[in-house]
């Protein structure tokens, strides 16, 4: 523990600093919550949903040919055009749209016509507009699927709260918004989550990868689950295919109070400035969107009693989300006793002059959150391979998170290796453009499928 860091700044962190035994706990915890979610009996009640994904063909690596894809995953969204030339080869041109922040909180409609529009732009701009290609639209929200082509939206997150999307089939939408537009032909024959595409993604390369993670802006995690437990298919007991990609949907482990045990007073302040208090309770501990805010608030707490800073507080500290959680990852890049990310950050808060004991006490702050999110990640995917009960596996995982902070993927690795099993083995990668090759892979499968009918 730095010695430069102030008691009262060890104490107010003290909560996120959880230690084995409550991660031992968390996974005993998660696991009876993923159970209750496949089970048809419990499904209605339990907080972890374990969502169908109708996804039961991994790549063999033998998918061919040319597909478009959306992603809308949140801070961003982009449309993409994927040619799977050869199981080495493929070719991705991609164009990401500024997406008006009206349009999170508006209406419906004017979203999708949005997303259709840019898709025709990239269409006509690449010379697509008379090809009928197959799309894939990989929409990171909580999806019911009822299909590979029909999934109704479960509940908005990450800031959104668009009317009249919810309950509805989130594929007919946007098949609407092109049919109004009537400039291109496109035919959505699968929607999928961000891990599926991340998993798929990965497996394409990777034949043992069987667990898809995001760590950005939200979190979640899907897995390959045997067809037989997945009670909520239709088909679990007939079906003649051995696999089943499950959507955890895992954001909301903790919304019934589960995981009060690894909370503090701040989460429960980002909570309450949320659109969705009360919801998605395990991502607010670990995700991109709310890490920086919870750092944030501690330091002007611990401004406003007079342990920081000299107590001097700036006005662009004081803005909701004003700490981005980019800053958590430049404050950790610096090499113990050097502080030029630090430095930088501070100035871009407005915050100058300060002496050493507060960058240190800063980076203290950073780590405590970060840690948390790590661990507690790392108690999920332990949970999932306990789950599926095997002994060597490759997880591919995405996200800003996980791509720019630069121990997170130390720390996964560090904090599963002691909660796993001794002798199992697995291997963490990144997986290159899930929500893009991913969604060309799944509307192949989709393809695939249609015509062996």
């Given at each position: 523990m730095p010695s430069l860091v102030h008691t009262e700044i060890e104490t107010?962190?003290?909560?996120?600093?959880?230690?084995?035994?409550?991660?031992t706990e968390v996974v005993e915890r998660m696991t009876k919550e993923i159970k209750m979610g496949l089970a048809k009996d419990t499904h209605a009640r339990a907080v972890i949903k374990?969502?169908?994904?109708?996804?039961?063909?991994?790549?063999?690596?033998?998918?061919?040919?040319?597909?478009?894809?959306?992603?809308?995953?949140?801070?961003?969204?982009?449309?993409?055009?994927?040619?799977l030339i050869s199981n080495s080869d493929v070719e991705i041109m991609s164009k990401g749209y500024n997406f008006p922040l009206t349009l999170m909180s508006g209406s419906g409609k004017a979203l999708f016509d949005f997303l259709a529009e840019s898709l025709s732009e990239f269409c006509h701009t690449h010379g697509l507009e008379n090809e009928s290609l197959p799309l894939g639209f990989t929409f990171s929200f909580p999806l019911q699927q009822q299909g590979l082509s029909k999934g109704i939206l479960v509940a908005w997150t990450k800031g959104f709260s668009c009317e009249g999307v919810v309950g509805k089939n989130v594929v007919s939408l946007l098949q609407e918004a092109i049919d109004r537009r009537g400039d291109i032909k496109i035919n959505t024959?699968?929607?999928?989550?961000?891990?599926?595409?991340?998993?798929?993604?990965?497996?394409?390369?990777?034949?043992?990868?069987?667990?898809?993670?995001?760590?950005?802006?939200?979190?979640?995690?899907?897995?390959?689950?045997k067809t037989v437990n997945a009670e909520c298919f239709e088909g679990y007991q007939t079906s003649p295919k051995p696999s089943m990609i499950i959507n955890c949907e895992w954001g909301a482990f903790g919304d019934n109070g589960v995981l009060e045990f690894v909370r503090t007073s701040y989460d429960?302040?980002?909570?309450?400035?949320?659109?969705?208090?009360?919801?998605?309770?395990?991502?607010?501990?670990?995700?991109?969107?709310?890490?920086?805010?919870?750092?944030?608030?501690?330091?002007?707490?611990?401004?406003?009693?007079?342990?920081?800073?000299?107590?001097?507080?700036?006005?662009?500290?004081?803005?909701?989300?004003?700490?981005?959680?980019?800053?958590?990852s430049d404050v950790e890049s610096d090499?113990?006793?050097?502080?030029?990310?630090?430095?930088?950050?501070?100035?871009?808060?407005?915050?100058?002059?300060?002496?050493?004991?507060?960058?240190?006490?800063?980076?203290?702050?950073?780590?405590?959150?970060?840690?948390?999110?790590?661990?507690?990640c790392a108690c999920g995917l332990v949970t999932i391979i306990n789950k599926m009960n095997i002994n060597e596996v490759v997880i591919g995982i995405d996200g800003s998170v996980y791509r720019f902070h630069p121990k997170y993927h130390d720390m996964l690795?560090?904090?599963?290796?002691?909660?796993?099993?001794?002798?199992?083995?697995f291997e963490l990668i990144v997986s290159e453009d899930g929500s893009g090759r991913g969604a060309a892979l799944v509307a192949a499968t989709a393809v695939q499928a249609k015509s062996k009918l």
């Open positions: 107010a962190v003290k909560g996120f600093l959880i230690d084995q035994e409550k991660m374990c969502f169908v994904s109708h996804v039961q063909d991994l790549p063999t690596g033998k998918e061919r040919g040319k597909y478009l894809a959306l992603d809308l995953g949140g801070s961003n969204f982009r449309v993409l055009l994927v040619n024959v699968a929607i999928l989550n961000d891990t599926v595409g991340t998993l798929m993604s990965c497996a394409f390369y990777h034949p043992n990868c069987r667990i898809g993670l995001i760590v950005g802006t939200g979190s979640n995690a899907c897995y390959v689950e429960k302040i980002v909570d309450k400035v949320t659109p969705n208090p009360g919801k998605q309770t395990f991502e607010k501990c670990i995700s991109g969107m709310y890490m920086g805010e919870l750092v944030r608030l501690v330091v002007i707490d611990m401004i406003a009693k007079g342990f920081m800073f000299h107590g001097i507080i700036s006005e662009k500290i004081q803005e909701r989300w004003s700490f981005k959680t980019a800053y958590i090499a113990p006793g050097e502080y030029r990310n630090c430095n930088k950050v501070l100035s871009e808060l407005g915050i100058l002059g300060c002496q050493e004991p507060d960058k240190e006490a800063l980076r203290y702050i950073c780590e405590a959150v970060s840690s948390r999110s790590a661990k507690l690795q560090y904090h599963m290796k002691k909660l796993l099993k001794p002798g199992v083995k």
